[in-house]
């Protein structure tokens, strides 16, 4: 079931509010910018997804196809977002999990994880090993 979180960067100047089922599923991920930056991602669809404020703040970051926004907070440097098109060309979102505020410890711990093989592009079959994603 979606729950209404408010999520933020870590100085705070970027501050969002989105509906997210952590029951539903969320991601980890094996490409090159999800692995670096740790990236433990939940899909938010458009318009369960409201900016309240930073937006100034925000830098964007592309690289190799340009299919997803990897925004950043310009003071901080966290990623509390990202922004791409779904597969029918509609806006979607993945939130970091860990920028969402007043997440119940227990909900974290059961929130299934699906792991994409993307290092591959591969979004069907989940890397052999996972564990240090
Ligand atoms: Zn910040």
């Not at 909900?107 to 093989?117: G, I, M, S, T």
Request: glycine share 10%; charged share 30%.
């Amino acid at each position: 079931m979606k729950k209404t979180y408010q999520g933020s960067c870590h100085c705070g100047s970027v501050k969002f509010e989105a509906d997210v089922d952590l029951a539903g599923g969320t991601f980890k991920c094996n490409c090159s910018i999800c692995y670096k930056s740790r990236a433990w991602l939940a899909p938010v669809q458009a318009g369960d997804f409201r900016l309240k404020s930073g937006e100034e703040s925000l830098r964007d970051y592309q690289f190799g196809p340009r299919r997803i926004h990897h925004l950043f907070c310009t003071n901080c440097g966290v990623r509390p977002f990202s922004r791409g098109k779904d597969g029918k060309g509609n806006d979607s979102y993945a939130v970091r999990v860990n920028c969402l505020e007043g997440v119940d410890e227990q909900a974290l711990v059961d929130a299934p994880v699906k792991y994409f093989d993307m290092r591959n592009d591969d979004f069907k079959t989940p890397p052999a090993e996972t564990r240090h994603l």
